[in-house]
């Protein structure tokens, strides 16, 4: 939905780690044992505080049925824990609840449904939900199509650093989708995208830099990030790269130029041996894999717990 390779994204949750005052003992010694990776103990000391009403609790249960740690995994036992918690207003709960309901995991599909929980999380400022929100408008998943608000979900979401909304964004204005057409911003977008290693993004900045879409012309560019795409294994960017190679010199292919602005932070470490002779000098965070929740919640911190979307569909 938000990449056009649905089966390819990943689910995250977050088991929450205390650093305010416990209500329950029960959550405190569950937490512990799952740091230890003692999950019949974890979920036995949030089974005890879930069953008290806690949300957090609720949550951390829910996750341990979705992924299967310390017991079968039982998708069914996992959306009713999550949705408890998302009854409280716990928001990454309301998150995961929206996404197995537009799924169809563990409870039977409806996009209205997931429409609302996202809706819910988008409201506590839930950066995936305002993207996955965007997408419902975007394509009129559970509610009418309207670009208009896709653009508004997806610009909070991108101003939250989400680099998949930041890759719609730059779609939408390429494509003058919900907004005018501005070949500039779309390329402002995808640069932030590519940034941060979204695989499509680096491939649509490299072919904007390849004929001057939005950007100076620059070849050298332009095969730096069909380079960087194609090992990611993206076939329009290998393509690209391929048909642009024999018109670029050895020298060119070998030492690209950086493609940071002139004195910025990581130009000037690039100083020592300039021009830089690989790109990974100036991009050490430019293959990390997307679609990886990064959480920054006040007072807490956030244990991610990956969950392959494939294995639950």
């Not at 508004?152 to 998949?164: E, M, R, T, V």
């Amino acid at each position: 939905m938000l990449d056009r390779a649905r089966g390819a994204l990943l689910w995250t949750g977050a088991v929450w780690l205390w650093t305010v005052p416990v209500l329950f003992g029960d959550t405190a010694a569950g937490m512990r044992a799952f740091r230890q990776k003692d999950y019949p103990t974890a979920y036995r000391e949030w089974r005890a505080a879930a069953d008290q009403g806690q949300a957090e609790a609720q949550y951390n249960l829910g996750i341990l049925y979705l992924k299967g740690l310390g017991l079968a995994r039982d998708l069914d036992e996992a959306f009713r824990w999550l949705r408890l918690a998302a009854d409280q207003g716990q928001a990454d709960a309301q998150f995961q609840v929206g996404l197995m309901l537009e799924k169809g995991v563990g409870v039977r599909q409806n996009y209205g449904e997931a429409q609302l929980f996202f809706a819910l999380a988008a409201a506590r400022g839930d950066s995936e939900a305002e993207a996955y929100l965007a997408a419902q408008y975007e394509e009129g998943l559970g509610v009418p199509k309207d670009l208009v608000r896709a653009v508004h979900w997806y610009k909070l979401a991108a101003d939250q650093g989400l680099p998949d909304a930041q890759y719609h964004l730059g779609l939408l204005a390429e494509r003058g989708r919900g907004v005018p057409r501005d070949f500039a911003e779309a390329t402002k977008w995808y640069a932030r995208a590519a940034d941060q290693g979204h695989v499509q993004a680096q491939s649509r900045l490299g072919s904007c830099y390849a004929v001057g879409k939005g950007v100076d012309k620059d070849q050298v560019r332009a095969y730096f990030w069909l380079t960087l795409a194609s090992k990611q294994h993206d076939k329009d960017a290998e393509k690209q790269r391929s048909e642009l190679a024999p018109q670029l010199s050895p020298d060119d292919i070998t030492r690209p130029s950086c493609p940071r602005r002139r004195g910025s932070r990581s130009q000037r470490r690039c100083r020592s041996r300039p021009p830089c002779t690989k790109t990974s000098h100036h991009w050490s965070g430019a293959t990390r894999r997307p679609n990886v929740r990064r959480r920054a919640l006040v007072g807490r911190k956030a244990l991610p717990i990956l969950v392959d979307i494939k294995a639950l569909t």
